[in-house]
C-alpha cells in the first residue's frame, strides 16, 4: 500500500537519521512535552526538567533502541506489522503503556525529522512520514486488540 514516492520519501529521510542523536531528542521532546510519559520511565531517574533529561545516559541508549526499532520497521515497510508484533505485546502486557503514547512518539519524531531537514522536508515528503506513522502506531497497537 505504499507508491514507490512514498517509499523514497520514508527511506531517504531514514538515512540522514544518526540513531543515538535524533532518538535521544525525541524521547527527550517526548517526556517533556508530554510529562506524564515519565512515569514508565522510572529507573532512569530524574527526569523531570530538560537539562536533567539532556544529560541522561539512559535516555539516550533508550532513544537509539527505539529508533533502532523504527529503522527495522523502514526496512520491512511491506510488513511492519509482522515486524512489530513482539514489540507490541511487549508494551501492551508487561510494560502496560497506554498505546496513546505511540502517537506522541510519532509525532515528536515527526517534529525531530522536520527541524532536522529544515526546507528539504517537503509537504510531500511529511505525507509519506504521516502515514508510516500511523502504520507504525497501528503495528504497535495490534497487542492492544
Ligand atoms: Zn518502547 C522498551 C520500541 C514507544 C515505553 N521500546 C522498548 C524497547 C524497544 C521499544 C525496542 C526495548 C524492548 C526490549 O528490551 O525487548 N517503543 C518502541 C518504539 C516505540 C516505542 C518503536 C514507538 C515508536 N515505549 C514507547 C512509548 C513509551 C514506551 C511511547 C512510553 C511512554 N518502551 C517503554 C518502556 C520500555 C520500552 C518503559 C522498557 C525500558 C527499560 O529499559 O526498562
Known amino acids: 500500500h505504499w507508491t514507490a514516492e512514498e517509499k523514497a520519501?520514508?527511506?531517504?529521510?531514514?538515512?540522514?537519521?544518526?540513531?543515538?542523536?535524533?532518538?535521544?531528542?525525541a524521547l527527550t521532546r517526548l517526556l517533556v512535552v508530554y510529562p506524564w510519559t515519565q512515569r514508565y520511565f522510572s529507573s532512569?531517574?530524574?527526569?523531570?526538567?530538560?537539562?536533567?533529561?539532556?544529560?541522561?545516559?539512559?535516555?539516550?541508549a533508550h532513544g537509539k533502541k527505539v529508533l533502532s526499532a523504527v529503522g527495522d520497521a523502514i526496512t520491512h515497510l511491506d510488513?511492519?506489522?509482522?515486524?512489530l508484533h513482539?514489540?507490541?505485546?511487549i508494551h501492551a502486557f508487561k510494560?502496560?503503556?497506554?498505546?496513546?503514547?505511540?502517537?506522541?512518539?510519532?509525532?515528536?519524531?515527526?517534529?525531530?525529522?522536520?527541524?532536522?531537514?529544515g526546507s528539504a522536508f517537503t509537504p510531500q515528503i511529511q505525507g509519506a512520514w504521516e502515514k508510516f506513522v500511523a502504520v507504525l502506531v497501528d503495528a504497535l497497537s495490534q497487542g492492544y486488540n
Open 9 to 25: 520519501a520514508i527511506t531517504s529521510v531514514w538515512q540522514k537519521v544518526n540513531l543515538e542523536q535524533d532518538g535521544h531528542e
Open 44 to 60: 532512569f531517574g530524574n527526569l523531570t526538567n530538560v537539562t536533567a533529561v539532556a544529560g541522561n545516559a539512559k535516555v539516550r
Open 79 to 83: 510488513n511492519v506489522k509482522g515486524t
Open 86 to 89: 513482539d514489540l507490541s505485546e
Open 95 to 117: 510494560l502496560h503503556v497506554d498505546p496513546e503514547n505511540f502517537k506522541r512518539l510519532g509525532e515528536v519524531l515527526v517534529i525531530v525529522l522536520a527541524s532536522k531537514l
